[in-house]
């Protein structure tokens, strides 16, 4: 019980941070701030690998992820 307790919270510890991550990200982009949303997409993917590479994500979500936001940005940029 007590390793389950301890892996929950490392898990939604990992998942906190990508998906605040995310969501600046997608914040940025909606406000049409181009610099902060190529900074949010650095420190995102930064954060979907990790969550994947700790298991906490699988490699093909994480992978979706990054597409997704990736599309989001550039789409921003060539406007």
Known sequence: MRVTA???LKNKTIK???RSAI???HQ???DK???TAQEWLKKS??????AAQKKVLKKNTAARYKSHLNKLV???VKK
């Open 6 to 8: 301890k892996k929950t």
């Open 16 to 18: 906190g941070v990508y």
């Open 23 to 25: 969501k600046k990200t």
């Open 28 to 30: 940025a982009v909606t």
């Open 33 to 35: 701030k181009v610099k």
């Open 45 to 50: 993917i930064q954060a979907l690998d990790k």
């Open 74 to 76: 550039k789409g921003l």
